[in-house]
Each structure stands twice: as C-alpha cells, then as structure tokens.
C-alpha cells in the first residue's frame, strides 16, 4: 500500500496536482525497549499512533487541500478527520473483512482483528467516494456494505515499476539460484497467504514435471521465506532438486526472472487484484492462473486458465496452453497496456473531478 502511495504521489505532481503525502508517524510504538519488543506489543502501540495522534494531524492538513484520498480501506476510518474536505477511499480488497466474518475457512481471525474490521466495514457502509481496483472487489464491496447510495468506480492498478522484457537472466541472478545455463524454469510470485495459495502451484508442477517434455525444468518460488508445511510438501512430492526458493528480489531481478520464465503459474483462490499476472504479461511471460477473478479480469484473454484444486487437469492446460505460447506473449503485451499509468491516472482524474464538481 505504500509503493501504491508514492505511485500515486508521484503520478499526480508529475501532472501539476499539489499533493501532501501524509502518514502517521511513530510515537508510542518507538517506546517499546527491551523486553518489550514483541510484534505484539508494537503493533498495539502502533494503533495508538494511527487512531490517538494522526487524526488530529489530518484534520489540520485537511483544510489546506480540496481532496483527501485515503490510499488504503483499511484506513477509511480516517474520512472522520478529513474536516468536512471531500475524500476518497481506495478499497484494494475486502479480504480482511471477510474473513472476520468468518467467510473463509483456511484462516481465522482473533477478537482485536475482528473488532478493527467490524469498524472497518462500518465507515465503509457510510462513504461517499469509493475507488474500487477490480470489478471483483467492488461486487463483494457492495455485498459487504449495501452502500447503494455511494460513488463506486473501478479503476484497476497500474503497474507500479515500468516492467519490460529483460532477455537473459543475470549471471549473478543465475548463479543465487544454483541453475544451469540452459535450465528452464516455471515461475510463482506470492506470499504464504493462504490465498496465494502456493502449494497448489508446487502440486502443479509435480504433475508437469511427470511430462516428458518437462521432465528437466525447475520452479522457482519468488516471495517470502518457505513455510514447514510447504518444505514437507516439497520433501514428500521428491521434489526439492526441482523447487528453488528465491527472497528478497529486486524489481530488477524480478523482471528477468519473469522474462526468462516458461511461464508463470499462479493459481491464487483470492485477490483484490493480482499484480503478477500484469507483471509478467509486460516481461513476455506467459501467464497460467485460476479461473476466477480478478485474476480472470487482469489476465483479459492473455492467460491459461485452470481449476486451482485441480492440480492434474492444471498442468495438462498448462501443456497444451504452451503449444501457443508466442501467441500468449504477443496477447499479454496487449492485454498490458490496459495498465498504463497515463491512462491509469487520467481516470483517477476524472473521479477527482466528478466528487469536485459533482
């Protein structure tokens, strides 16, 4: 949410917008020494920062501008604080809130996330001006909220680093990954979010690797730290020669992982929006992912889709899909240039506009 607000600011002062990025600034959660440095109680402090001490703070920054954006749901509680200004919400996703209602059954969520959702959801049913980053997290908005009387516009995400075809991996790059000159490799991108869903592309690629044609390749896993429970899948499928887990990438060296990739298989359950899709559509990545959105509103018609929980029938799209694959590198550079900043942010402005002079 960060990187979308330097986005943001940076977008708007290159077009001549006065912008004040503002966030709350550590107080409290910088008290915290010695033994008291757990996660636990930072982030307890942390909310002493955000809902004690920067209200205040907007609401006098607020009367110097025409507009406040607040770039992320989670902190659509601040509309509050905007003195009476007109503001915007950005809503990424409303997966935080669904699981507090117990929407899903892979996660669970504790009393204070689920009382901090709760309020969440309950400034969200009140806002007037809510900017939605896919068709898909503005319909389980609606449901959530029934706020039938807001304004709602869909405006999907730009890329946020200029990703561009990069047509060798760096020797350095190679050399961190352990893989041979001519390896092949399949590419995934995501967290340990049980939503990434990142066992089902190792299942996956243990039915691909059953293929002849694809005996050799490796998958690479680019993202945080790999769980005990994926290590033990890894062991148990007899494919840790063929998994390499790689942390820590640079946008760099993300785009040559992307552009040298067979493909990125990305069979995600939920999304706000899915950003790797377009990522690797602006490398010349082929791109296999689940069929349903947004990952299906991302991926236009530039993607092999598959049933998720269906590993065996994923890799055989995932063959046959690869018999077109200059055909899919040629439609995701097309499908990408929805997610042009130029006209990403021409729409931002226009929803300016329309909450300005309604």
Not at 109 to 120: K, M, V
Not at 208 to 232: D, H, N, R, W, Y
Not at 296 to 304: D, L, P, S
Not at 306 to 314: N, R
Request: proline content about 6%; hydrophobic content about 45%; charged content about 20%.
């Amino acid at each position: 949410m960060q990187r979308y607000a330097q986005w943001l600011l940076a977008a708007l002062k290159a077009r001549g917008v006065t912008v004040l990025l503002i966030r709350p600034v550590p107080f409290f959660s910088k008290l915290a020494k010695g033994p008291l440095h757990k996660q636990a109680v930072i982030k307890y402090l942390g909310y002493l920062d955000k809902y004690l001490i920067f209200p205040g703070q907007l609401r006098k920054a607020a009367k110097q501008f025409d507009l406040v954006h607040i770039c992320d749901h989670s902190n659509s509680m601040y509309v509050r604080a905007t003195a009476g200004v007109p503001n915007l919400i950005t809503c990424h996703d409303v997966l935080a809130i669904r699981s507090a209602r117990g929407e899903f059954t892979a996660t669970s969520t504790g009393w204070s996330g689920r009382l901090l959702q709760s309020w969440i959801l309950s400034v969200l049913k009140q806002a007037q001006n809510i900017l939605c980053v896919s068709e898909k997290t503005k319909s389980d908005l609606l449901r959530l909220t029934g706020n039938t009387g807001a304004k709602v516009e869909v405006v999907l995400n730009p890329l946020n680093w200029p990703y561009k075809p990069q047509p060798n991996l760096p020797a350095t790059l190679k050399s961190r990954l352990g893989l041979a000159e001519e390896a092949k490799y399949f590419l995934h991108v995501g967290g340990n979010q049980w939503y990434k869903n990142r066992p089902a592309a190792v299942e996956i690629f243990h039915e691909i690797v059953s293929m002849q044609e694809f005996a050799s390749t490796k998958l690479i896993l680019a993202g945080k730290s790999l769980p005990a429970s994926l290590k033990s899948l890894i062991d148990e499928l007899k494919l840790s020669g063929s998994v390499i887990p790689i942390s820590g990438t640079s946008n760099e060296e993300l785009e040559a992982l992307y552009s040298n990739a067979l493909a990125l298989i990305f069979p995600s359950l939920e999304e706000g929006f899915g950003w790797p899709i377009a990522e690797a559509h602006a490398c010349g990545c082929p791109v296999a992912t689940t069929n349903r959105p947004p990952m299906t509103e991302v991926a236009g018609k530039a993607a092999i889709l598959f049933d998720p929980t269906q590993p065996k029938a994923a890799a055989e799209a995932i063959r046959q899909g690869l018999f077109n694959r200059a055909s899919l590198i040629a439609a995701g550079i097309e499908n990408v240039k929805r997610f042009e900043e130029s006209k990403i942010i021409e729409q931002y402005r226009k929803f300016y506009l329309d909450i300005l002079r309604p």
